[in-house]
Structures are given as C-alpha cells and as structure tokens.
C-alpha cells in the first residue's frame, strides 16, 4: 500500500519561498507510469491543483502559480518537492500532495497545514 | 483551461434519500471525470474515475454518470458515514475541481 507524506515548516513569511517535502513509502517513486501532484485547499475552501511532475521527470504547473513554481523529484530519496516563491497570505493553505495513475488521484498524504505570516 | 462546476453547494438529507449532485465543464471532458469524498480534516477520498467505474472498495450505492459536460454523482441510500463534502475533478486537462458539495443531514 502507497503512502505518502507531507512535510515542512509550518510558518513562512511574506515574500520567502515556501518549501515542502513528500516522502513516498510502500512503493518507489520511479516505478510505474504516475504523476505526482501537489494540491492546496484554503481554510474552509475548495481545492486548487498546484502542480504535477511524471515519474521521468517532466512538469507541469497550474498556469496561476507556475511564475513562483518548481517542482522536483529525487528517486533516490522516493521524495518529490515543492518550491513556491514570493509567497504572500494566500498562499496560506492544507497543502497535499497525491498520486495520479491515469484515472483520478488514488493515492493521498494527510496534509500539511502552512501558514503565511510574519 | 476547464472550469468545473457543481450544484448544488449544499444539499440537506436524510439517511435512507436517495441524492444527486451535478457537475458541469466549461467544455467537453469526454469521459475524464473523478468524484472525491471529503471528509474535515482529511484528505480527499476517491470514489469514482472515468465518470462512472468505482474505485476499489466504494459501496456500490455510490455511481456516476454522463459524458461531454454534464456529470452526476447518485448515492442510492444515503447512509450516515455519507455525510461529507463532495467534489468533482476533471482529468482531461491538467486538473480542476468544482467548488464541492456539502452533504449534510436534515
């Protein structure tokens, strides 16, 4: 059974670079045919997909965000990575990332909660 | 892009109704749509892919139908653990989600 989780600070301020981590388990990143997406949903809001990047290594950016955006991916470490820049309050969200195997997202971390605040 | 959109936003049932939620594309998504089942403070469940297949697991009083832009999410009966925030997702570009469903009880 794919897990994966979120991780990260918590807190960042305004106009800093917000950083995460989703560390994979119970499978390897690298096998199969997979895109790995991070999603967010505001407090009480719905959700917003952020971004996506292919088992080989190809991206692809909500076209909203992918000024500030890059995604990666380190098979080595089975972790994909998120970097959002200039962040500002909006950007304050439960930030998740998941799998998608062709047919919708199956598999999903618990979520991450970052706050944007000085 | 794919705008998605839902109705109703909030719908009040009782255990036992049978409920229907729609959801909309701003253009034609084939067959490319997922039903995700959220509950607060979790992540999103999927349900159902490709309008109408359940995922593993899903009660079958769960199903979906349509095709081009107009979908439905049926529960037959609804049960009390069905009480949740209901969203739509389309896989034909990129992704989008509608701006979900709240289920709650009447």
């Known amino acids: 059974q794919v897990q994966l989780q979120e991780s990260g600070p918590g807190l960042v301020k305004p106009s800093q670079t917000l950083s995460l981590t989703c560390s994979v388990s119970?499978?390897?990143?690298?096998?199969?045919?997979?895109?790995w997406s991070w999603i967010r949903q505001p407090a009480g809001k719905g959700l917003e997909w952020i971004g996506r990047?292919?088992?080989?290594?190809?991206?692809n950016y909500n076209p909203s965000l992918k000024s500030r955006l890059t995604i990666s991916i380190d098979k080595s470490k089975d972790q994909l990575s998120l970097n959002l820049r200039s962040v500002t309050a909006a950007d304050t969200a439960v930030y998740y990332c998941?799998?998608?195997?062709?047919?919708?997202?199956?598999?999903w971390g618990q979520g991450t909660l970052v706050t944007v605040s000085s | 892009d794919t705008q998605m959109t839902q109705s109703p936003s909030t719908l009040s049932a009782s255990v036992g109704d049978r409920v229907t939620i729609s959801c909309r594309a701003s253009q034609s998504i084939s067959a490319w749509l997922a039903w995700y089942q959220q509950k607060p403070g979790k992540a999103p469940k999927l349900l159902i892919y490709?309008?109408?297949r359940l995922e593993s697991g899903v009660p079958s009083r769960f199903s979906g139908s349509g095709s081009g832009t107009e979908f439905t999410l049926t529960i037959s009966s609804l049960q009390p653990d069905d009480f949740a925030t209901y969203y739509c997702q389309q896989y034909n570009d990129y992704y989008s989600f509608g701006q979900g469903t709240k289920l709650e009880i009447k």
């Open positions: 990047i292919y088992t080989r290594g190809s991206t």
């Open positions: 490709r309008t109408s």
């Open positions: 998941a799998r998608d195997d062709g047919a919708g997202f199956d598999f």
């Open positions: 119970g499978g390897s990143i690298s096998s199969g045919s997979y895109y």
